[in-house]
């Protein structure tokens, strides 16, 4: 008896398939993706998208199927709601200036430093300075995540000040709407 992975597509997302790329597409937005692996592939039926394996299932291969599940559920979840990230800026002695040039968040005046901090952003991520806090958002989980991380490691002290006194930064507040 052969596992067979199945995620139905809610209403008003569809999903196409070439060469292993799968396209989801909805309200928000369009993703693609590459899924390949020699024992596994990706089939659309109707409205269902199935994870079939080519070979005889193992622990590894059914850990997999499901790896892809969850990025093929994150993908619809993008299309559809969208994902998003509230960071807020601490200071106490140097007040920061974050602001949004092109594809980078530049950072300066962190800790009286004379330099500027650049974090990238990835891929199609929109990022709003509003005050102290930065919103992150975005349809694909992993450009918003990375890109809330950039901005959170470009203002990590490299000077070995202990952390619990000196809180100065940039940090993560919530995940999601």
């Given at each position: ?148 991380a950039n901005i959170e490691l470009a203002t990590k002290d490299k000077g070995g000040r202990d952390r619990r006194k000196f809180l ?10």
């Open positions: 008896m052969s596992l067979e992975v199945a995620i139905e597509l809610p209403e008003g997302i569809t999903a196409e398939l070439h060469d292993n790329i799968l396209k989801i597409k909805g309200e928000k937005g369009e993703i693609e993706r590459k899924f390949f692996h020699p024992s596994l592939s990706l089939k659309i039926e109707g409205n269902v998208i199935k994870i079939v394996p080519t070979r005889k299932e193992n622990k590894r291969i059914k850990s997999l199927m499901f790896t892809w599940k969850s990025h093929i559920n994150n993908m619809i979840k993008g299309v559809k709601e969208g994902f998003e990230y509230h960071l807020k800026v601490y200071y106490v002695h140097f007040p920061m200036t974050v602001k949004v040039e092109g594809d980078k968040v530049v950072i300066s005046n962190f800790l009286g430093e004379k330099g500027v901090r650049t974090a990238r952003i990835m891929g199609d991520t929109q990022v709003e300075v509003k005050g102290d806090t930065i919103i992150v958002k975005g349809i694909n989980k992993e450009d918003v995540g990375q890109t809330a100065d930064g940039i940090y993560i507040i919530k995940k999601g709407k």
